[in-house]
């Protein structure tokens, strides 16, 4: 007990050291019980300006105190750091609290983007929202949206007008929605609306007459910057981006799209028919895949390979909600909640259970966390492909996936340790313990790292569920 007693005092002893040492020395000697309102008297500079703090009106112990020790004067923050110093006032803004999309920056550092005293930007912030280079746009700091856009491609104007234009930078709401998802002023079309008229006769001819009020402005165009002519989304289908309006579409009438055929999925047949095939004749079906092909597909274009509507995540999650709701948890899989479920499920129907792109758990696993897992990498798209190139991913993102360092199905998550089903010894036709990857770990989300089964925490608690000489 006196040992533990001692370590404690050590403890506090040398965070009053550190907190002491950390803390800024201030020039001349100050009070203790200073009076606030003196501080101006230096820091005048700090009370000026197009945008001052309100909290200097409250004067600077509000936010700072002064420490004296024989002649020396330290000023520290009345917090452990700035960011939950501002979270006493602001605690609105607090991400633990807030159950959607939260912009990097405001999760633990106020001060990357805003002075905590003064500016001459709204909010306090360092820098303007608009200016086409880091030195002058605050989010070209991070973000380098419309910079280095290639001699063919375009550029939205609208960058011009500052980011703010478009987006909230502190919005959120429900995950999975877009204009929380990305903190915009309003969600598309109606944002786009704002500044683009539908009787403008120059858009009404780019769109060859089509009716496009109330369209997705964003499954045909990226709405910073493009590769292409037009703010072309990164992946078309081929007879959109040939122009080839007719090979779906007839005149409109009375303001109405008028399709060549009596369904949208009769057309896509008409090209994809191995499609149809697969749709029909699966062992599993998908249920959603029996509707139009444009419940889940934009027939134009997109920012994802195979343009699904609005991204590959959300456009399964209107269904499964319940899947949606795991995403919630502290542990979400990276594969399930940013890239999408088609990486692990065939969405059109196959023969596995549960429409699994691999006849078992393990081949479908370790076709990423695999020792021999080689995905294949397409230059001119930028992408790599995995299952025989039936799913494509983002160039990098292998650099993000532990891989398992397995020999004949042993070694992991300890040397040694099987991965696979152990065979009884005495008849090596059966199976003496069921191993895969499931019996361990959840594949969409967990309340802990590691994935584990039931939220469980990574500890010989967890392996005692087999090992049971681990709780004798």
Known sequence: MKRVLKSVLIVIWVSALLTGALAAVHPVPLDPKQDPATCAQCHEDKTKGKSVHSAIAMGCTACHEIRVKGTVTRLKLVATSTGALCL????????????GVVHPPAVRDCVKCHDPHTSDNKFQLLKAESGDSKD???????????????????RHPA??????????????????VREFDY???????????????????ALLKAHQGQPFATADCLECHDPHQSDSKHLMAKFTHVPFAGGQ?????????DGKVVLTA???????????????????????????AAGDCTDCHSPHGGNFPAFPKPNPVAVCMGCHSDIGDLGK??????????QGCAICHDPHGNDNLHLLRSSSPNKLCLECHGPDSKPVKLESEHVVTIFDGKVKLPEDYFAKVPILPLRFNLGHPVDGHPVSDVMDPKDMTKVKTVINCLVCHQPHASAEPDLLVNDQVNNALFCATCHKSLTR
């Open 88 to 99: 006493t006032c602001h605690a609105d803004k607090k991400a633990a609290d807030i159950k």
């Open 183 to 201: 903190h915009l002023t309003k969600d598309a079309p109606a944002l786009c609306l704002d500044c683009h008229d539908v009787k403008d006769a």
């Open 262 to 288: 009596a369904t949208a999925k009769e057309i896509c047949l008409g090209c994809h028919s191995d499609k149809g095939d697969q749709i029909d004749k699966s062992k599993v079906q998908h249920p959603g």
């Open 245 to 253: 309006c007719d090979s779906c579409h007839k005149p409109a009438q």
């Open 136 to 154: 002058s746009n605050l989010c070209l700091s991070c973000h380098n949206t419309g910079v280095n856009v290639p001699k063919d491609g375009s």
């Open 159 to 176: 960058l011009d007008s500052g980011c703010d234009t478009c987006h909230v930078t502190h919005k959120t709401g429900a995950r999975g």
């Open 329 to 338: 948890k502290a542990h979400p899989h990276q594969p399930v909640f940013e």
